[in-house]
């Protein structure tokens, strides 16, 4: 089972990113996925999921309003299209695969995700 994820990049303040994460070697259509960062010196933190549903999406706060999750589930990929980027976004940004399938409020820990992406790096500058 392999996540890669892509997309990100240096880009000013104000400025927009789209993330993309494929995942092969097994069909992940029954699991929700999702997409945590990490920035330097910091704790991993959640940023937005979306339920196997597809039609079930949660937002951390501190993106709720400029990042929008989303997947294709006949492709296994999840994208997150990212906003009015912050210099506090700047982050790696990794894609995850929930542990459980069928759950249609996927979970904000990190814990319960089982499968992860390599991470890609996104820089905002101010």
């Known amino acids: 089972v392999q996540l890669q994820a892509s997309g990100g990049g240096l880009v000013q303040a104000g400025g927009s990113l789209r993330l993309s994460c494929a995942a092969s070697?097994?069909?992940?259509?029954?699991?929700?996925m999702g997409w945590f960062r990490q920035a330097p010196g910091k704790e991993r933190e959640f940023v937005a999921a979306?339920?196997?549903?597809?039609?079930?999406?949660y937002y951390a706060d501190s993106v709720k309003g400029r990042f929008t999750i989303s997947r294709d589930s006949a492709k296994n990929t999840v994208s997150l299209q990212m906003e009015s980027l912050k210099p506090e976004d700047t982050a790696v940004y990794y894609c995850?695969?929930?542990?459980?399938?069928?759950?249609?409020?996927?979970?904000?820990?990190?814990?319960?995700?089982?499968?992860w992406g390599q991470g890609t790096l996104v820089t905002v500058s101010s």
């Open positions: 070697g097994r069909d992940f259509s029954n699991y929700a």
């Open positions: 979306v339920s196997w549903i597809d039609r079930n999406t």
């Open positions: 995850a695969v929930e542990r459980r399938p069928w759950r249609t409020v996927p979970s904000a820990s990190s814990g319960e995700y089982d499968y």
